[in-house]
């Protein structure tokens, strides 16, 4: 039976997300599980599993602690992928910087390996510009799993932080939520500030590509402040805490 099929049929009767917004790209059979988002095939093909990101593990750099619950993640992955035969589909990117294929996986019966990830609580949302296919989908499985407080969301190193630029850490990868206090346009970027002082409060950033992108969809930078938002990325220092943005699906509006 084909994959797009078999994909639909378990879709309507076990809850699996159809992939009918990627392209298919082949199968193969786990072999090898090195994190909770990267496996390895028959064929010797890596593959990142697009869209989340599992706590991380040294994986060979020097000085590089393990987060929080990285071994249970990998575990985790192990029990739901290894010596699984698993259908690839990949969205607008297919390969990273490292050479890694960039597939969204499905066992042979239905389960999406992604989906599965963040319903156990031991994945984040991780999403890209170039690969925003599922992504909606995903931020609601992650938002119940947050709500139940299941895996990492029990554990403070992954607690969605407040925008108070003491209350956020540097060089990781964070969830923060506050209220945009103004929204400014300084020449070709723009900027969502979440405090009275844009020189030391969080910011979130977007640059031209970015605000192109925004005004494509209609969405209006604008109309965001007086808004409470959530926006997740990778936390920079610029004048205070900063992440850039990207795409809408690092912002999401509460309340609604």
Do not use: C
Not at 236 to 252: A, C, F, K, L
Request: aromatic share 8%.
């Amino acid at each position: 039976m084909p994959w797009r099929i078999v994909l639909l049929v378990f879709s309507l009767i076990a809850g699996a997300t159809p992939a009918s917004a990627l392209t298919a790209a082949g199968e193969g059979r786990v072999v090898a599980v090195a994190d909770g988002d990267t496996v390895t095939l028959d064929d010797d093909t890596v593959v990142r599993l697009v869209g989340i990101q599992a706590p991380k593990l040294p994986l060979g750099r020097p000085d590089f602690a393990p987060w929080p619950l990285a071994d249970a993640a990998k575990a985790m992955l192990e029990t739901l992928a290894l010596d699984q035969r698993v259908a690839l589909f990949v969205g607008d990117t297919a390969l990273d910087r490292h050479g890694r294929r960039l597939a969204h996986l499905y066992r042979d019966d239905g389960l999406w390996l992604q989906g599965e990830m963040l319903r156990r609580g031991l994945a984040r949302v991780y999403s890209f510009r170039d690969n925003r296919q599922l992504v909606a989908e995903m931020l609601a499985i992650e938002a119940a799993a947050r709500t139940a407080r299941v895996g990492l969301w029990a554990d403070p190193y992954y607690a969605v932080r407040p925008a108070d630029p003491k209350r956020i850490p540097r060089n990781r990868f964070e969830l923060v939520e506050g209220r945009v206090m103004a929204v400014a346009v300084a020449r070709v970027r723009a900027y969502l500030n979440f405090g009275p002082d844009w020189r030391t409060d969080f910011t979130a950033r977007l640059g031209p590509a970015a605000r192109r992108l925004f005004a494509r969809e209609g969405i209006d930078l604008a109309a965001l402040e007086g808004r409470r938002v959530r926006v997740r990325g990778w936390v920079d220092w610029r004048n205070g805490p900063m992440i850039e943005v990207t795409h809408p699906e690092q912002i999401e509006i509460l309340g609604q």
